[in-house]
């Protein structure tokens, strides 16, 4: 028993970590009707952007929690306004096709200008070592990446429900037309919540500095997992993006533990069936899919 | 039957080139042995991968290694004592089979090469042997660690120069065996080179007198080890064993050292370059014990030597650089015993050559399956590094009969 | 600003062709074509030659999906891969001819993706592809898993390129090229006939509106599955070919990057222009091939640029764009005459 807990405990941890990733892919595709393959990019430039204030500027993982999802917003508002932009207006496969050019171009800039066998980055003072409460014990910091993520969806989550802001953009996820047709320029805010999309990814890039090996590939499998998440949760759905980013940190965890042979596949398997019995995913709204 | 000027311009274009050489060649008059050569020049392919993940490894400056080797073979026997020019070409096989087969039937037939060196990554590494059995013509690899190179896929024309994962686990877990680690847990990466090393490592454990209680396969690739290191601390035992490569590795390592188990048990590593050190740090990866085939700090010999690649690139030598340099090396003076670049003559010289140099300590190229057989090295990390890239304290020197074993039996040589 | 929201439909759309269907320049553009294909491995080494040609074909059944039934795959490396594994097998154990081995292994695809387009044709969009995609990992996960057979990532080493013990071409990529890009242009001249057939009206009908066609009283997901099919066989028969001529079949071809790598390739050839997937790939291969001895290191860069680019300045890709100023010109022409 004290090991299935460990297991739902560890599956809950990568969960959440999943879920704020997902986030901002499920933010950007709710709001815009764009599937940014570069997310995967965009996450693995939060984590080489922090390791490269660590190791060049002395700034810590605190403020890199800070300061690089505010220079990836930066980043995302340069690329919606320079690329994305142009092709809102065409089938969603275009600004696919073109994120998946920008990803070739983020990771070969990162290959060429900080190598290939990765950079070092160290746990922050204070979140090493592990609680351990009878035999069940996980690492501080895993339990802070998970919080840190809960709090980050949660406050995302309210601020789309109780402020204006929020309801614009949620009105204008929903239905476009109608809230045009009430005199609120949806237009307007295509670009800032883009650029918070991306510095989602961001911040889960400098979560994962910590625990991950920060390379230019790092972002080129997980995206693929992303995907899976959205699309369980159904695309579009930021409510969606956070329990099935749970959910496939909790299938994988017990995959792995019981089925380590098929732990790799078990993700698709729950994508595919999900998308077979409910096409447009958990929590979509059947007109996406 | 078969009539090569159909090919055309290729055809044109090697005749003229030929021709031209000949010409070239007439003209000097103290070429040494350069009557017998091909082209009057021997060309040495570098086929490696210059941007992906083995870039830092070997890569680029895997060239600067195989310069040197010219260089110092020149001065040791004169400019023009194998040939008038000594050529080096490369191409970048961005971790790609099917480039790396291109590149090599190119560099072969086109380029002219004479033996193509390194190649890592094993689809590409045993792509690259097909086509060198097929051409006739030479190959040293070096960068991948598959025994099917001196196996099942062994041939006249390839050699592999520094290791093998037969050799890792006979090194790493025959060692800490013996010197008291007897209970094992591994972890491995569920695809074939994950599979072999479990096998070979559990081998060698209990071959040892240990046992392991647990192998654990973890999906590839992965960046979530959280569940695994959770196993593997089942039962209690004196090491764990990663068999991860690369940046799983480095994931492994980085979540090992936030579990429970860092500082009560062991991690042996069944797979690690110095690269892989130096990206993660230092301090992350203290303690660590795992086979090294070269060090470039192991003793003054090799100081030497990685202080003049410092001064030309700037960073300290891998094994795999060492290893080109090793292989370039003695392929020169091998066509220089032959007195032709004739392949077959030139493996004629090489098989059950004996060799002390930069590289190579008590080596041998074994006759029977091409592997070249050497002392290699029980490492461990250091905890803090005296100067950048000095990371590791060789602990025991591995006898090359003790790491190499017998020759592969699945060898048939054809 | 109104547009941005909607998210209209305008893929660059096959289009019917301005030349007259048996008129002179049509038959020119015809044979120049063949002479390529005949001469391409005297300027390019024929090894890479026979790529171009088996990248042609992939990134063409690709398009015969996105460009006239409208569905991006992002999985179409299963059946190029699957093939290339399938075709490898039969000609390692049973010794034959490697054209048979290579129709083997389409035929394998072809099984293969009946199932999968059963159940994946019901999507449209973006879920089509991420289906396709989640379907294409389990393939490369079954690959990775059955060693004995693909040999896990050392891959499947060594495939013989026998050809009814005719030397020059099992010995000789020069003649290999010729038997090779025989095979490749039957699955070219497949796709075309597909698409002016009655059957790829239908097709078109049903990527322009469903509905309608639906209306009419065709199966809308009947004939999607079918090319769907047809699709894969053309990725197994242009993948079988690349096994052969490569000697080895890797988990590389079954890798959601090389499903990327065959879009990028359909993309800048030209979305629904059939031919622009040859045009695609005669300049990634040799681009790939050029790069890879320049001793330039970034080569995601200039790929990943010129993609960029293409979608953003040249949607219709490399094909699409030459056509619509050869449409200009004959349209500019005509009217020129009547006038």
């Keep these: 028993m004290s090991e299935f807990i460990q297991y739902t405990l560890q599956g809950l941890a990568a969960g959440g970590f999943y879920a704020l990733s997902a986030l901002g892919l499920a933010v950007i595709f709710g709001v815009l009707g764009v599937v940014n393959f570069s997310h995967g990019a965009c996450y693995m430039l939060g984590a080489v952007i922090s390791a490269v204030l660590l190791a060049e500027l002395h700034v810590g993982f605190w403020v890199a929690l800070l300061v690089v999802p505010i220079l990836m917003y930066g980043f995302g508002v340069l690329m919606e306004r320079l690329l994305v932009r142009w092709l809102l207006a065409l089938d969603p496969l275009y600004n696919f096709l073109l994120t998946f050019g920008l990803t070739l171009i983020l990771v070969e800039a990162v290959k060429q200008r900080y190598g290939v066998s990765g950079l070092p980055y160290e746990i922050p003072a204070g979140l090493g070592g592990q609680v351990t409460i009878g035999s069940v014990n996980l690492s501080v910091y895993a339990i802070f990446a998970c919080v840190f993520s809960v709090v980050v969806c949660v406050g995302v989550g309210l601020a789309l429900t109780r402020t204006r802001i929020g309801m614009i953009v949620r009105a204008a996820t929903e239905a476009p037309e109608r809230t045009r047709a009430l005199g609120i320029n949806v237009g307007r805010w295509v670009t800032p919540v883009f650029g918070f999309g991306i510095a989602l990814a961001g911040l889960a890039g400098v979560l994962a500095a910590p625990t991950r090996a920060i390379t230019a590939e790092m972002g080129s499998n997980f995206i693929i997992v992303l995907f899976a998440v959205v699309v369980i949760g159904g695309l579009g759905s930021i409510l969606g993006a956070v329990v099935a980013g749970f959910l496939v940190g909790l299938v994988e965890a017990y995959g792995i533990a019981y089925a380590p042979t098929y732990a790799q596949i078990v993700i698709f398997v729950l994508m595919a069936l999900v998308v077979l019995v409910r096409p447009s995913g958990l929590f979509g709204r059947e007109e996406i899919a | ?414 | 600003m109104s547009e941005q929201m909607t998210g209209k439909v305008d893929v660059d759309l096959a289009q019917p062709s301005v030349l007259s269907r048996r008129g002179p320049l049509r038959y020119v553009m015809l044979l120049g074509g063949l002479a390529v294909a005949v001469l391409l491995p005297y300027w390019i080494y024929p090894p890479v030659a026979m790529d171009i040609l088996c990248w042609g074909l992939f990134a063409i059944s690709v398009d015969l999906l996105l460009g006239f039934t409208g569905l991006l795959s992002f999985g179409h490396a299963a059946f190029w891969g699957g093939s290339a594994y399938c075709t490898g097998l039969i000609a390692t154990h049973w010794g034959v001819p490697f054209p048979v081995a290579v129709l083997g292994g389409a035929v394998f695809s072809m099984v293969i993706a009946w199932p999968i387009g059963y159940l994946s044709v019901r999507r449209t969009g973006i879920y089509f592809a991420m289906v396709t995609l989640a379907f294409a990992q389990m393939l490369y996960f079954i690959a990775n898993q059955a060693r004995a057979l693909t040999g896990g990532e050392n891959g499947l080493q060594g495939i013989p390129k026998s050809f009814f013990a005719i030397e020059p071409v099992e010995t000789d990529s020069f003649y290999f090229y010729y038997v090779g890009a025989a095979l490749i242009l039957l699955g070219v001249l497949l796709a075309w006939r597909v698409v002016n057939s009655p059957f790829g009206r239908v097709l078109t009908a049903v990527r322009d509106n469903p509905a309608r066609a639906r209306a009419l009283g065709y199966d809308v997901e009947r004939y999607k599955i079918k090319a769907f099919v047809i699709s894969a066989g053309l990725a197994g028969l242009a993948g079988g070919v690349f096994a052969i001529s490569h000697q080895f079949a890797s988990l590389q071809e079954l890798m959601w990057t090389t499903s990327g790598k065959v879009v990028l390739v359909t993309v800048l050839g030209g979305i629904g222009t059939l031919w622009g997937g040859l045009a695609g790939a005669g300049v990634v291969v040799s681009l790939e091939d050029y790069l890879a001895s320049s001793g330039f290191e970034g080569i995601g860069l200039i790929t990943g640029t010129i993609f960029v680019l293409i979608v953003l300045l040249f949607r219709h890709g490399i094909w699409g764009t030459g056509r619509n100023v050869l449409r200009r010109y004959v349209l500019d022409r005509r009217r020129r005459t009547r006038d």
């Excluded at chain 2, 097909?130 to 040293?140: E, G, M, R, S």
């Excluded at chain 2, 991948?144 to 592999?160: D, P, Q, V």
């Design chain 2, 1 to 414: 039957m078969r009539s090569r000027t159909v090919q055309g311009s290729v055809a044109i274009a090697a005749t003229a080139s030929l021709a031209l050489a000949a010409c070239g060649g007439a003209g000097g008059p103290q070429s040494g042995g350069s009557s017998k050569l091909t082209d009057d020049k021997v060309v040495i392919g570098l086929l490696n991968d210059q941007s992906g993940v083995y870039k830092d490894l070997s890569g680029p400056n895997s060239k600067t290694a195989i310069e040197l080797a010219i260089e110092d073979y020149k001065a040791k026997y004169g400019d023009k004592a194998v040939a008038n020019t000594i050529e080096v070409v490369t191409a970048d096989h961005q971790n790609k089979a099917d480039i790396a087969n291109s590149k090599a039937q190119e560099m072969y037939d086109r380029q002219k090469a004479d033996i193509i060196l390194d190649v890592p990554n094993s689809a590409a590494a045993l792509a690259v042997a097909t086509q060198a059995k097929n051409k006739k013509k030479l190959y040293i690899n070096i960068g991948a660690g598959t025994t099917a190179l001196t196996g099942a896929s062994c041939n006249r024309y390839t050699f592999h120069w520094a290791y093998n994962t037969a050799v890792l686990a006979r090194g790493t877990a025959g060692t800490i065996t013996k010197e008291g680690g007897t209970s094992w847990n591994i972890v491995y990466p569920d695809y074939a080179f994950g599979q072999d090393m479990n096998k070979s490592f559990t081998k060698e454990v209990t071959g040892a007198g240990g046992s392991v209680g647990e192998s654990i396969a973890s999906p590839f690739p992965s960046d979530n080890f959280a569940t695994f290191i959770t196993k593997a601390g089942e039962g209690n035992p004196k090491v764990v064993g990663s068999m991860h490569a690369g940046g799983d590795l480095i994931n492994f390592v980085k979540q090992f050292n936030q579990s429970p188990l860092k500082g009560k048990v062991q991690l042996a590593v069944g797979l690690m370059f110095i690269t892989d050190i130096h990206s993660l740090g230092v301090d992350q990866f203290a303690g660590t014990q795992f086979t090294d085939a070269w060090y470039w700090n192991f003793d003054e010999q090799n100081k030497k030597w990685a202080d003049r690649f410092k001064q030309k690139t700037n960073t300290r030598p891998s094994f795999a650089h060492a290893a080109n340099y090793s292989a370039a090396m003695n392929y020169l003076e091998a066509v220089q015993t032959a007195g032709t670049d004739d392949a077959d003559k030139v493996v004629g010289t090489l098989e059950g050559k004996k060799i002390n140099d930069v590289f190579l300590r008590n080596g041998e190229i074994r006759k029977a399956d091409h592997a070249v057989t050497h002392d290699v090295y029980l490492a461990k990390v250091k905890s803090s590094a005296p100067e950048e890239w000095d990371y590791e304290q060789i602990v025991k020197t591995i006898p090359a009969a003790e790491a190499y074993g017998e020759a592969n039996p699945a060898c048939s040589m054809s």
